[in-house]
């Protein structure tokens, strides 16, 4: 059974392990965009900025005293000349390990991110998914996500 909490700065090195998962994964589909672990650039862990900021957060699951999931999710104030001025909370990165999958950590995950930003005051929540990453999508649509926008690439040399 998952416990679900707010990362502490001990839950870095767990966070920092599942993001290379993902990076593995994104990796495999998109080679020529995503870098393998070993060869990104790693520097200060970005995840640090998130342990008591105001406007981010980061949320673990928690089994067994192993962390088998987080999601990151920090808040936007746009005003843009087109758009109508909104504060949002955007989901940068969620990962659940694949041995926990199916099992609702996402989805529990995805609600402690809305909850939090319904509590700082965000009227919408937005994310990005890869095309490629079908079960991710699935998961979103289940929960009431719709595609809004599509970003669009194509090679303009072989690399």
């Known amino acids: 059974m998952c416990y679900y909490r707010e990362a502490i700065l001990e839950d870095i090195p767990a966070i920092r ?15 020529e965009v995503f870098a ?8 200060e862990p970005s995840e640090k900025r998130l ?6 957060r980061a949320f673990v699951a928690e089994d067994k005293g192993e962390i088998v999931g987080f999601v990151i999710v920090y808040l936007v104030d746009e005003r843009h000349a087109f758009y109508q ?7 940068e990165s ?6 926990c999958r199916g099992q609702g950590i996402g989805r529990e995950l ?14 919408d929540l937005r994310l990005n998914v890869w095309a490629f990453n079908e079960a991710a999508r699935r998961l979103y649509e289940a ?10 690439g194509k090679p303009l040399s072989a690399r």
């Open 17 to 31: 392990r599942l993001r290379q998962l993902l990076n593995v994964q994104h990796h495999a589909a998109l080679p």
């Open 36 to 43: 393998l672990p070993e060869t990104a650039q790693q520097g």
């Open 51 to 56: 342990i008591g900021a105001e406007k981010a």
């Open 85 to 91: 001025p909104i504060r949002y909370a955007f989901v």
């Open 94 to 99: 969620i990962c659940v390990v694949e041995s």
């Open 110 to 123: 995805m609600t402690k991110a809305e909850r939090w930003a319904i509590e700082n005051g965000a009227v």
């Open 143 to 152: 929960l009431g996500y719709e595609v809004r926008s599509l970003a669009m």
